[in-house]
């Protein structure tokens, strides 16, 4: 079973790195980092690279695609040439799936045309211009699409999925494996529950540009 995650310059690094994890550890699983070209791209931070082993151009087919999420995600969405790579890509899968923003690429690709969708909560209103309609869940499925929440929520989705293609068992086992237990210390982790304080501290964080601009 062919994996692809595609990485591309100021992705999240959790994005790609979470679902990784997970999905590898299914049994008959290759997971392949794609690129435009192969060598190390950059995330969001600059600080952290993964390498590509592979380029979009060598990539024709995939069983599953898990697009990440990051700043990178805009430029994508007018690349042309990303895009008819992704819709090519898709008509091949079993599964098309996205973490955070990732989901904006696939929907301007066309492919959440009318569908149920998430994103990072910070990009609501970029995909429900995409023709989508937005679901406040972590993991959201809609046939052979499946789009997850903001970064973390790559994990979710990369457990359900693990669930579908390999079952329950194997699923909770390789859930075991990484001691995926959420316990966090504090319960911030929706901007319902976090509140307008906590959300204008979160805008100062991201080493992103520009600084005033939405996620």
Known sequence: MRVVIPIFPQFTALDAIGPYEVLRLVPG??????????????????????????????IDSADVLVFPGGWGTRALMTDEK????????????????????????????????????????????????????????????????????????????ALTLAGLIAGERIA????????YDPQPPFDAGSPAKAGPEIIAVNATLRDLPPASASR
């Open 29 to 58: 699983a290759e997971v392949i980092f794609a690129a435009a070209a192969t060598g190390v791209v950059r995330t969001e931070s600059l600080m952290v690279g993964l390498h590509a082993d592979a380029a979009f151009d060598e």
């Open 82 to 157: 990303v895009l008819d790579w992704v819709r090519a890509v898709d008509a091949t899968t079993q599964w098309t799936t996205s973490v955070c923003t990732g989901s904006l690429v696939l929907g301007a690709a066309g492919l959440l045309d009318g569908l149920e969708a998430t994103t990072h909560w910070s990009t609501v209103q970029k995909l429900e211009k995409l023709g989508t309609r937005y679901t406040e869940q972590r993991v959201v499925r809609q046939g052979k699409i499946i789009t997850a929440a903001g970064v973390s929520s790559g994990i979710d989705m």
């Open 172 to 179: 909770k086992a390789i859930q075991l494996a990484i001691e």
